[in-house]
């Protein structure tokens, strides 16, 4: 399942609310080779061609080099190579005990939207109304914590996190479904 980021995660961008029968023409990327990207995204999938169990290096062919770099050291000497795209609004990980293969991507810009109803930058109200959606879930208040955020939805079958800030889903956090508890079942 998807670990909670020891070193945290980014957000930075200001949230509009968007309607969403419109959100396929916003495009704003300046970046050529991204801009024509889709903006859905799919859970056990990605986004676009993007896919859960690509290299790094397909990924870069894709996107282009990433903003910045970040290695985290997770445990049993496991690491975790998260590459930022602040253009895009994308972070995505790749997971050493998986041989740097893409394990995770997490969405801040309101231009992403998942399942339809559920983009970063919807009220937490709304996405509380709607949540049941997705699944099952457990929430996580992590308000007394040492974090910037207050709350964090988990739907474990999905492998889905929503995390939330400031009254607002600040991030969605998606990974790839498992077979069962040791195997992942990666995208064709």
């Known amino acids: 399942m998807l670990p909670i980021p020891r070193a945290g995660y980014r957000s930075g961008n200001k949230y509009k609310f968007i309607n969403l029968s419109g959100l396929k023409d916003l495009t704003g990327f300046e970046n050529k080779k991204i801009k024509n990207m889709k903006t859905t995204i799919v859970p056990g999938v990605g986004f676009d061609n993007l896919k859960f169990g690509m290299s790094e290096e397909?990924?870069?062919d894709m996107l282009g080099k990433p903003d910045e770099i970040e290695v985290q050291e997770m445990e049993d000497e496991e690491l975790m190579n998260i590459y930022y795209y602040d253009e895009l609004g994308v972070?995505?990980?790749?997971?050493?005990?998986?041989d740097f293969r893409l394990v995770e991507m997490a969405f801040d810009?309101?231009?992403?939207?998942?399942?339809?109803?559920?983009?970063?930058?919807?009220?937490?109200q709304l996405f509380i109304e709607h949540a049941e959606e997705l699944g099952?879930?457990?929430v996580e208040d992590l308000a007394d914590e040492d974090a910037d955020v207050t709350g964090l939805?988990?739907?474990?079958?999905?492998?889905?996190n929503v995390w939330i800030k400031d009254g607002v889903v600040d991030t969605i956090q998606i990974g790839p479904f498992w077979k069962d508890d040791e195997n992942v079942a990666w995208p064709e």
């Open 91 to 98: 972070s995505v990980s790749f997971d050493s005990m998986a």
């Open 109 to 124: 810009d309101s231009r992403y939207t998942m399942e339809k109803n559920f983009f970063p930058g919807m009220s937490k």
């Open 58 to 60: 397909e990924v870069v």
């Open 136 to 138: 099952d879930f457990e």
């Open 153 to 160: 939805y988990v739907f474990e079958e999905k492998n889905i």
